[in-house]
């Protein structure tokens, strides 16, 4: 059995330890670092320069909020697109299954706001949730995504899905989702455009045809920033579904009442047509948009 140092002894060590000689230098250096803090999460792969998910489900719930909600959790930089309907405007819930990706098998609900910057429409992310370390680390370091760990069920039975969102063993959010037709697959044709069948054609806009396939690209922004650090900057990120099929669907959507949660401050009073991918897809990176005033 090792002596316990008497408290005298131990004070006379951290006296000395200010006179101590230089020992062994530390041998770790910058293009040694990890991708992460704590080693959370891979680098991207240098043949392609992107991160990518595979074999995935993803389903979307878009409703009616209103106007007022959806702008107190957007940034000032960013306005909101004029609505058809006086005083509402629209919001996405979104969850997703990822059997396969850069960052390994992961679930993932995120809330959307569609918004402009010069005139570009961007997908704003106020709140996002994941089911593992990696998602969640390098969403918030590299791009700023506000990401949480949650539990994240997402379930298919034949043309039915159901998923649940829960904090802490509290439920958050619910969804139901019955798909109907596909709307279109990726990648989308060469040469003719897709004609998407109302109300699909006022909320999807597809790409021109440039003569070769291609995948459908969407824009997401968000806001990195470190408190009391650097000033917050509006990240955007640019997406494509690369292979799969878009499926139409009717869906609902429950909140639970949270002062927590923000997706609950962006109140369901109607549900659109929503929609299905499955498939592949890929993040091709993010870039300062600007920095927030």
């Given amino acids: 059995m090792i002596p316990r140092p008497r408290m005298h002894e131990n004070k006379l060590f951290y006296e ?34 992107l991160w990518w998910w595979k074999d ?15 702008a107190a959790v957007l940034p000032s930089e960013f306005s909101l697109p004029r609505a058809p309907v006086e005083g509402l405007t629209v919001a996405t819930l979104t969850f997703g299954k990822y059997r396969s990706s850069t960052l390994g098998p992961y679930n993932e609900v995120f809330l959307q706001v569609p918004c402009l910057y010069k005139g570009q429409l ?17 969403g918030r370091e590299l ?19 159901s998923g649940s969102l829960e904090r802490h063993g509290v439920r958050v959010a619910s969804i139901s989702f019955k798909q109907g037709n596909m709307l279109y ?10 004609a998407l069948s109302p109300p699909f054609d006022q909320m999807i806009v597809l790409p021109e045809p440039i003569g070769r396939p291609q995948g459908f690209p969407f824009r997401v922004a968000t806001t990195r920033f470190i408190p009391d650090g650097i000033a917050p900057q509006h990240i955007e990120s640019l997406w494509k579904l690369e292979q799969g099929a878009v499926w139409a669907g009717e869906g ?17 009073v109607g549900v659109l047509p929503s ?13 300062v948009l600007t920095e927030m005033e």
């Fill in 16 to 49: 000395r330890r200010s006179y101590m000689e230089t020992g062994l230098q530390g041998q770790l250096k910058k293009s040694q670092l990890p991708s992460a803090m704590g080693d959370l999460f891979p680098k991207r792969p240098e043949a392609d320069h």
């Fill in 56 to 70: 995935s489900d993803v389903v979307s719930i878009t409703y009616l909020t209103p106007e007022a909600a959806a």
């Fill in 122 to 138: 961007y997908f704003y992310i106020p709140s996002i949730y994941v089911t593992n370390d990696g998602a969640l680390a390098s």
């Fill in 143 to 161: 791009f700023g995504f506000p990401k949480q760990l949650a539990t994240i069920e997402l379930d298919s039975s034949g043309a039915s899905i």
């Fill in 185 to 194: 697959s990726v990648p989308l044709p060469t040469k003719e455009k897709v």
């Fill in 252 to 268: 609902s959507i429950e909140y639970a009442p949270s002062d927590a949660e923000p997706g609950a401050s962006l109140p369901v």
């Fill in 275 to 287: 929609i299905l991918f499955r498939g592949d897809m890929a993040c091709y990176g993010g870039q």
